[in-house]
């Protein structure tokens, strides 16, 4: 088992009378793509303000590769980067410019690596643009970018691809798995179970600032996945499918047979079939039976935090 | 000492920076056009002092006339503004919590801009000596400064005057810390430069009432006009240092305050 190099002990965040993280307990590994996963208003966005340092815990603390967060913020911020909500940056500025910025804040920048990132994040033609003038989707892009600067072992990112198109936000999950793989520990939150399906190796699932279930990916997910076969012959294909590996839950639906199995095992599935003689007019995936159903399962109908009373808001207020 | 740098850059990239040196700069401008359209010394104001009034059509006497009408109003106000912009101008535009994802001490960054706001409204004020210096000359051309009982020479004017300029600077200091601790309470600039103007406006009218006398050593906008001390032969320095003393100790325990007011607060934006 690789390392702990994030970890949450006890954390817990009040405002007011609302307890918006509560007591909660996380260890991401070295090399983890960890998805943090929950609906609006769970508390992620206050859990990564306690990770980055910018709000403190009500009790317990935040661990950064043996750092302290908030006691040894400085040395824990040099070892990570992210930002939290969208990230803003100074509008009168040039894209290379903030980077620079930035960079120099944590220690120096140079020119070369703010090439990099930028051509990483596909914004090197607009690196001498004004980032007033940028959209949303791009901010996002520079945001990953700055948090990449200064070669951080562990990346936080908040909501990465909320807000972008279907082209942004593929690339911006291709760029994730890409660190993944480059052997950077990710933490991303999002309220997207498709986008932790796609992205991630292990998740969190929180509700009201607790988790409420832990683990790799395709632990949290019911065993198999449900194809729906068309085929020409019925009879012929489930004599075929009863003598696959594993024996698979077949169940006639209509002209169809509904086949629950493991990913992995649906190549097999038509090969067998079509080796048989039998028409395989498709094979798609049944109506989702996926993270959706243990999220919804998990977090229940009341997926948003109690709204806070009026006099509760004023205090919030910063 | 980069971070004071980096916040040098972001202050060029700011508009109000220029639009504050310009309007600061224009003053004196005004001044010397005023002095050059009156026909004779005022009954009431700086031109009452003896010596200006003797010396209206030399040109030494402009950056002590345009201290003289900053010092009250238009001082506290740009003290006040560049002061409250320091944390909640990053407040409002959302950049404090991208800076605070650095690895940079909160201390040391509100020290910075501690820093950078005073060498602001530093440069502010040498900008205003310089224009007004040219803008006597060239109206007037300088000379020596003859008063009814002595007469000083350019230089010790121009001196004295630069001298003047300074300690307009430590009160300066004192409203620019008072308004950093309102840029680290509220989250609005323009809260905290209104928060610290009025306060300190209040204070004055409170002072110019005989009763709050026994406040007046002990509170710095006092000493908005200390300065005038230095233009007495021979100068009289008991009023001069005990407002360094105070506009110090304000400067340290505002600033004192913004820091233990900022170190903890949780960034929400």
Sequence with gaps: ?318 | MKLLWLEIVKLRYQKRTWIGLIGLAVIPIIVTIAIYLSDGPGSGGPTALPFIAAALRNGIIVPILSLFGLAPFLLPLAASMVGAFTIAGEWETGTLKTILGRPVRRGSLLAAKWGVALLYLFAALLLVFIVAVLSGLVAFGIDDLATPFFTYTVATALWLSFLSYLLALAVVASVVSLAVLFSTITGSSLTAAVMALVLVIVVQILLSFSYFDFLQPYVFTSYFTMWADLFQEPIVWEQIVKGLICTTAWSAGLTGAAWWRFRRRDILI
């Design chain 1, 1 to 318: 088992m690789n390392d702990v190099v994030l970890s949450t002990h006890g954390l817990s965040k009040r405002f007011g009378e609302i307890l918006a993280v509560d007591g909660l307990d996380l260890a991401v590994h070295a090399g983890d793509v960890y998805g943090f996963l929950g609906p609006n208003g769970a508390g992620k966005t206050t859990v990564i303000r306690m990770i980055l340092g910018l709000i403190w815990p009500t009790e317990g603390h935040v661990e950064v590769l043996g750092k302290r967060v908030p006691g040894q913020r400085e040395a824990a911020l040099r070892h990570l980067g992210g930002f939290v909500d969208d990230p803003v940056f100074y509008g009168a500025m040039t894209a290379r410019r903030n980077l620079w910025l930035l960079g120099e804040m944590s220690g120096s920048a140079e020119p070369e690596r703010i090439e990099e990132v930028l051509e990483k994040v596909g914004l090197a033609d607009r690196a001498d643009s004004k980032v007033g003038g940028f959209s949303h989707g791009m901010k996002q892009r520079l945001g990953i970018a700055q948090a990449l600067l200064h070669c951080p072992e562990i990346i936080v990112l908040d909501e990465p691809t909320s807000g972008l198109d279907p082209g942004g936000m593929r690339d911006v999950r291709e760029l994730i798995r890409d660190l993944g793989r480059q052997g950077t520990t990710v933490f991303l939150s999002s309220h997207l179970l498709h986008e932790v399906e796609l992205v991630c190796t292990r998740a969190a699932i929180v509700n009201r600032g607790r988790v409420v279930v832990e683990g790799p990916v395709e632990e949290l997910r019911p065993d198999g996945m449900a194809v729906k076969v068309v085929v020409g012959d019925r009879d012929r294909a489930a004599e075929v499918l009863g003598l696959l590996p594993g024996e698979p839950a077949v169940v006639r639906d209509g002209d169809d047979l509904m086949v629950t199995m493991p990913d992995e095992a649906v190549p097999e599935m038509v090969r067998r079939l079509v080796a048989a003689d039998v028409d395989v007019r498709a094979v798609v995936p049944a109506p989702e039976r996926g993270l959706e159903d243990v999220f919804l399962e998990l977090t229940g109908a009341q997926d948003e935090a109690p709204r806070p009373t009026r006099r509760q808001r004023w205090k919030l207020r910063p």
